[in-house]
């Protein structure tokens, strides 16, 4: 069974791109219901942070992966957003990011402009698959 770990990102904790785990132990079983691999983890003052997330696809089908975010770290409920602009209009939406279909390996920065405390990262598949990840890791950016 994996552990999710609590982190302490703060910048004063940890130096740029220096990834660090997420989570120990086995792999994470990927489910058809969002589920957390992370723990809740405290990245104020960060301009952004780095998702480097490994993963097995096994059998699963339409996997995502999305960013949580809160004032507190007992708080953490709110979808991290995108803003989409078109020619004919502007609209915000959640920002999930689906996996292809196959084993893959995925680095995806999520700019927070040091406005976010909180954060913790979900996944699940659209299936009930053999899917996992095999190991997450986060970096700070300070620029």
């Known amino acids: 069974m994996a552990t999710t770990l609590v982190k302490n990102l703060g910048v004063s904790k940890i130096k740029p791109v220096q990834p660090v785990d997420l989570f120990t132990g086995d792999s994470i ?42 004032a507190s770290d007992s708080d953490v409920t709110y979808e991290f957003v995108i803003e989409t602009v078109g020619a004919a209009k502007s609209e915000i939406q959640e920002e999930v990011v689906e996996l ?18 909180f954060l913790k990262f979900q996944v699940k598949d659209s299936a009930d698959g053999t899917g996992q990840v095999d190991s997450a890791k986060l970096s700070v950016g300070i620029k």
Request: charged fraction near 25%; proline fraction near 0%; aromatic fraction near 8%.
């Open 29 to 70: 079983e990927i489910t058809n219901a969002w589920q957390d691999i992370s723990g809740v983890i405290n990245v104020k003052g960060a301009k952004s942070v780095v998702l480097w997330l490994n993963y097995d696809r096994g059998d699963s089908a339409d996997t995502q992966f999305r960013c949580l975010v809160g």
């Open 100 to 117: 292809e279909d196959s084993d893959m390996k995925v680095v995806r920065e999520f700019v927070l402009n040091g406005a976010i405390n």
